[in-house]
């Protein structure tokens, strides 16, 4: 098997940049909207590097249906998860895409969960399945992680009420076997780990490893940091084996999954920017900036290079103590939105020519 994080930096860049490009290309020639913004922009439709890959704002999917395909061959739609009220994004998939997403997941986990589905427990509600044809960003999450266990066990309920008596049970018949956990960061937090506190109750999870995701915004106003999370599930649930990753529904397959060293890998075919919030200029290793994800992935939509609203910093390249090649680095939260609302407005603008 080999590892999505066996690629030193310049076969990486190589190889990574001919397919960002040919994604560029193919996106400037089947999707009017990102066409106009890229004319409006100057941008190059060939870059030498990556960081001259053109990138649009990720909230512009909330503005814009932006689709690189007829609207007959969309066999899914992706929205982003938002209060009511919200805009939310709209992300359409053809079936090659949604394929190729699905499969690289995969191989994004391996290194962390290996090849054999384990039993699963989702820590979430299965109501939020229910459309098959649009999906939240918690149900597209719920759905590529489920490829990775086996008997499926829902742990709340439609009230987001903790199943425990149910819960009880999977964990008896699985005892001695290793089992996966999947949930959103927020939800662990508030429907699992404080719902069995304020019961009195106690679980042990035994041989598991949970894998989260999902804003800290909350979490942080709790006061509640990534070591601080980890420590207090592994003494209230038993779960000893925390892995966090970094993701959205606008490039949904492309995770950046936790290391054990506890930072952020980019996998051989995906890679991050940090840039000013101000100019957008590059900036090195160390310094704090906007986060910019780059994707192989997205062809049914022109998802391949999206500057987030996400604070991050880069801390090396192939040298975590980890073993993992490629960057890794780390997530600070998120910016406040008006200070990226003129970079939008610009896109926006181009988009309307």
């Not at 925390?242 to 606008?250: F, L, S």
Request: proline fraction near 4%; aromatic fraction near 10%; charge should be neutral.
């Amino acid at each position: 098997m080999i590892s999505p994080y066996h690629l030193e930096k310049e076969e990486k860049s190589q190889q990574l940049l001919e397919k960002l490009n040919a994604l560029t290309k193919w996106h400037f020639e089947n999707c009017q909207e990102y066409k106009d913004m890229l004319k409006k922009g100057n941008s190059l439709l060939v870059a030498k590097e990556l960081n001259e890959v053109p990138f649009l704002p990720v909230q512009l999917f909330k503005l814009l249906d932006l689709k690189s395909i007829p609207k007959e061959d969309v066999i899914k739609v992706l929205t982003s998860s938002g209060t009511t009220g919200q805009q939310v994004s709209k992300i359409y998939l053809d079936k090659k895409t949604s394929v190729s997403q699905t499969k690289t997941l995969v191989e994004v986990m391996k290194p962390v969960i290996g090849c054999k589905r384990l039993p699963m427990v989702i820590l979430d509600t299965k109501s939020v399945l229910k459309d098959r044809k649009s999906y939240s960003a918690r149900g597209a999450g719920i759905l590529g992680f489920s490829n990775f266990g086996r008997k499926h066990f829902y742990a709340l309920h439609d009230d987001m009420s903790l199943d425990v008596e149910g819960l009880q049970a999977y964990l008896k018949e699985y005892a001695g076997q290793k089992v996966l956990l999947f949930g959103f960061t927020y939800m662990v937090w508030q429907y699992v780990y404080k719902a069995t506190l304020a019961q009195g109750l106690k679980f042990d999870f035994g041989d598991s490893i949970l894998i989260h995701g999902g804003g800290w915004k909350k979490l942080k106003d709790e006061a509640v940091d990534v070591r601080t999370f980890n420590r207090l599930l592994y003494e209230q649930l038993g779960i000893s084996e925390v892995h966090n990753y970094y993701g959205m529904v606008e490039q949904v397959g492309s995770i950046f999954v936790e290391c054990s060293e506890g930072f952020l890998h980019t996998p051989s075919f995906a890679d991050v920017i940090i840039r000013d919030p101000i100019t957008f200029e590059p900036l090195i290793n160390g310094e704090q900036g906007l986060i910019q994800v780059m994707s192989e992935l997205p062809k049914s939509y022109p998802g391949h290079s999206l500057l987030t609203e996400d604070l991050g910093t880069i801390h090396g390249i192939d040298d975590c103590p980890c073993g993992w090649k490629g960057k890794y680095f780390s997530v600070a939260g998120r910016i406040p939105k008006a200070e990226l609302r003129g970079c939008s407005d610009t896109f926006q603008g181009g988009a309307q020519l």
